[in-house]
């Protein structure tokens, strides 16, 4: 292996994250403001801080009333929850799941803003929360509304089945905005102006000790109701029989001219995703899980044309008392060999808490092979936390070193019983 001639040296640096959270009684206020990676011996963009308030009006009244709380989040605050549906429908392709967690049917959901609420557009939101001892578990109501005129509703309905199981329904509906202006000249994609759009999402689910599933249904109408709704369809099941569990789903959609609510196109047709995963030496400190996962995806390319997809991963935890350990490896294009990619990672809870991690991807096509190392040291007290964190990266083509990147980054957080401060920032020298 030989170098790449002509190095020279670049350094950037960032404020990814500063905020403040102040909490009264039946009140939070949160602030957040960020500076992007900025050279040297340039002037960063200055963002509008992102700001959010959130009172829970009920918590004013007395007890009776406190059981059926109303809280308003006012500023810059975006949704999340099942809104990320109507955006990217499809299944995660790059998640073994071993342990025993399963998405319930979710709602829409508007938490105070981070760093990356900065510039976003005011908003306001409303929600009403009942919860009973009735086979009517849980009610929940959302609305959301912002100043470009998107408006967001969403509702939940929980219901018991058993001491351990329930049946969950939800719903999401929006107003949203598409266009495609831009294209390139084999693709058949037709060109169209900015159009409004309605979209909406349903999900049922059903959550017992052993079996669990999540069916999703999201509609997307043009603004010709007659005309009939885009559709997509998944769903999501898991079986558990003491240390084994088994994760199985599967995508499909109607129209392969779909566009969803983040205003891109669903390029993703069809997906088939089996995850087995087993739990071997399950003492109290001491524990392995054995994970697997097959996908099979139905993909639009570049040029239109329709591939279908393979891809196979595996997984290994282990586990002691005082550490954990993650290896995983990954082969994309199985008949042609495209992407092969791996990542290993320690941690250990005690002395600092460090914890490494190394990973690489190679693409046999290109020969291009990717190495990534970091190392991260932690503290957690009682009323202040911290982290270090220096990594490196290097990209290597046919033997040679194209890009060396090193990263360093702080953070920390303190707060008290009403306040909290966090802040981030970090330092990128870029070798070329």
Same mark, same amino acid.
């Given at each position: 292996m030989c170098l790449a001639q002509n190095f020279s040296a670049e350094t950037k640096y960032s404020v990814p994250l500063v905020s403040?959270?102040? =909490? /009264?009684? %039946?009140?939070?206020?949160?602030?957040?403001w960020k500076i992007p990676q900025t050279e040297l011996n340039q002037n960063p963009d200055f963002f509008v801080p992102a700001w959010g308030l959130a009172i829970d009006f009920f918590n004013f009244f007395d007890d009776k009333t406190k059981s059926v709380p109303f809280? $308003? $989040?006012? %500023?810059?605050?975006?949704?999340? %929850?099942? @809104?990320?549906?109507? !955006?990217?429908?499809?299944?995660?392709?790059?998640? $073994?799941? @071993?342990?025993?967690?399963?998405? +319930?049917? =979710?709602?829409?959901? $508007?938490?105070?803003?981070?760093?990356?609420?900065?510039?976003?557009?005011?908003?306001?939101?409303?929600?009403?929360?009942?919860?009973t001892d009735s086979p009517v578990k849980k009610i929940n109501v959302t609305l959301y509304s912002?100043? !470009?005129? +998107?408006?967001?509703?969403?509702?939940?309905?929980?219901?018991?089945?058993g001491k351990k199981s329930h049946i969950s329904f939800s719903t999401t509906a929006g107003q949203f905005v598409k266009s495609n202006t831009t294209s390139k000249w084999f693709s058949a994609t037709r060109l169209f102006p900015e159009t409004q759009f309605f979209a909406t999402n349903y999900q049922a689910s059903l959550i017992t000790p052993w079996f669990k599933t999540l069916e999703t249904v999201n509609l997307f109408y043009e603004q010709n109701f007659f005309s009939g709704p885009q559709a997509t369809f998944s769903s999501e099941n898991q079986l558990k029989l003491k240390h084994f569990l088994l994760n199985f789903a599967f995508f499909c959609i109607s129209d392969k001219e779909l566009f969803t609510a983040s205003s891109t196109r669903?390029?993703?047709?069809?997906?088939?995703? @089996?995850?087995?995963? @087993?739990?071997?030496?399950?003492?109290?400190? #001491?524990?392995?899980?054995?994970?697997?996962?097959?996908l099979l995806e139905q993909k639009i390319q570049s040029d239109e044309q329709i591939r279908l997809e393979k891809k196979l991963s595996g997984q290994i935890n282990f586990y002691t008392k005082n550490t954990f350990s993650k290896l995983i490896i990954s082969a994309e294009g199985i008949d042609s060999a495209e992407k092969f990619s791996g990542s290993f990672c320690h941690n250990l809870y005690r002395l600092a808490n460090p914890s490494e991690t190394v990973s690489f991807t190679f693409a046999p096509k290109d020969n291009k092979l990717k190495l990534k190392f970091g190392q991260k040291i932690s503290f957690n007290k009682k009323n202040c936390s911290g982290s270090f964190f220096a990594g490196t990266t290097s990209v290597i083509i046919n033997d040679k070193i194209d890009s060396l990147r090193t990263e360093i980054k702080m953070s920390c957080q303190a !707060?008290? !019983?009403?306040?909290? /401060?966090?802040?981030?920032?970090? #330092?990128?020298?870029?070798?070329?």
């Open positions: 403040a959270k102040y =909490s /009264v009684s %039946g009140a939070t206020l949160k602030t957040a809280p $308003v $989040v006012a %500023g810059t605050v975006t949704p999340s %929850g099942a @809104i990320s549906r109507l !955006k990217k429908p499809s299944l995660s392709s790059s998640t $073994v799941a @071993i342990r025993n967690s399963f998405s +319930d049917a =979710s709602m829409l959901f $508007v938490p105070l803003p981070g760093a990356s609420n900065c510039e976003k557009p005011l908003a306001l939101s409303t929600s009403l929360k009942i919860k912002n100043e !470009k005129n +998107d408006f967001l509703e969403s509702a939940l309905i929980q219901l018991k089945t669903q390029k993703t047709l069809g997906q088939i995703k @089996i995850n087995p995963a @087993i739990t071997a030496f399950p003492l109290k400190n #001491l524990k392995t899980q054995f994970g697997a996962l097959c !707060k008290t !019983k009403r306040l909290s /401060v966090s802040a981030s920032a970090g #330092l990128f020298f870029n070798i070329l």
